[in-house]
Structures are given as structure tokens and as C-alpha cells.
């Protein structure tokens, strides 16, 4: 499905998604119509989902993020949980996971008083029997690129 071209593009990218394409097609050693063309096949396959912007939380005052296990009742309010995670800003990430727990989010908030305000929201919606929160207290790695 990816030849070498493929591959080389999407590594590349992965190291910097601002590379203009022009660069990229350099680099690689296609045309910028040749290039332009297997990006859109890309895009088109969703083999690339998106380009996005990472900023610095702290920038604005998002200095607690947590990880926070559900514990659910039952699945039966499983559209509902993902309902209210889709409509809530705070939390950035949801897994639904095997092992303690149905469900482990990822949440960045300004400071205890929010984390207790989004806890206490998530602990009232429907089938939420209890959560389990974990403070990061600093970052080793956190990427979006991946192994190819």
C-alpha cells in the first residue's frame, strides 16, 4: 500500500508538519505536482488524519494535567460517557481500556480547583461508579509520531 516515497514523506513530516512542500518534494525527490498528488492520496485514504499546532500549556495556565480512570457500572451508557467527553474542552484524550477501569482520559486544567470541578462532572454522568486520577508531576516523551 506505501512504497518507500510514501514512507520517506510521512517521516518527514512527522519531524515537522510545517515542511512546506516545495522542501519536501526536494527532499524526497519528487515534483511538487508528483508530491502534491500522493499527499492528497494521503489525506484521501486517511492514512494522514490532520496537521496540527502543539503549544505550550503553561502559556495558558493549564499547569495540572491529570490522567483519569472511569470505573463504569455497565456499557450501557457507553454513547452517553462519550457524548459528554466529546463536549467537554478540559479533557484532551479518551481511551476506552481493558484492566482497572472502562476508560482513561487525559485532562489539562489551571490549577486542584478545576481538576475537583471536572472530577466532580464526570463522576455525575450517567453509569460513572467512580474515577481514579493521576497528577503528572513532568514529561519525558510525549510524541504524535509513530514508528513506520
Not at 500500500?1 to 512546506?20: A, F, H, P, V
Not at 480512570?69 to 467537554?88: A, F, G, P, Q, R
Not at 481538576?115 to 508531576?137: A, C
Request: charged share 25%; with cysteine.
Amino acid at each position: 500500500m506505501l512504497d518507500n516515497l510514501d514512507i520517506s514523506m510521512l517521516k518527514k513530516l512527522q519531524e515537522n508538519g510545517r515542511t512546506k512542500r516545495g522542501e519536501l518534494a526536494d527532499a524526497i525527490g519528487l515534483s511538487l505536482p508528483s508530491l502534491s498528488e500522493r499527499l492528497k492520496k494521503l489525506e484521501d485514504n486517511g492514512i494522514i488524519e490532520g496537521y496540527y499546532t502543539k503549544l505550550n500549556r503553561h502559556i495558558f495556565n493549564l499547569d495540572i494535567m491529570a490522567f483519569i480512570v472511569v470505573i463504569m457500572d455497565s456499557s450501557k451508557n457507553y454513547e452517553k460517557l462519550t457524548d459528554h467527553v466529546k463536549k467537554t474542552p478540559e479533557i484532551l484524550e479518551c481511551h476506552a481500556i481493558l484492566g482497572e477501569g472502562s476508560h482513561i482520559m487525559k485532562a489539562l486544567v489551571k490549577d486542584t480547583k478545576s481538576l475537583e470541578q471536572l472530577l466532580s462532572k464526570i463522576q455525575s454522568w450517567p453509569g460513572v461508579n467512580r474515577t481514579v486520577t493521576n497528577f503528572v508531576l513532568s514529561t519525558i516523551k510525549e510524541t504524535t509520531s509513530i514508528n513506520i
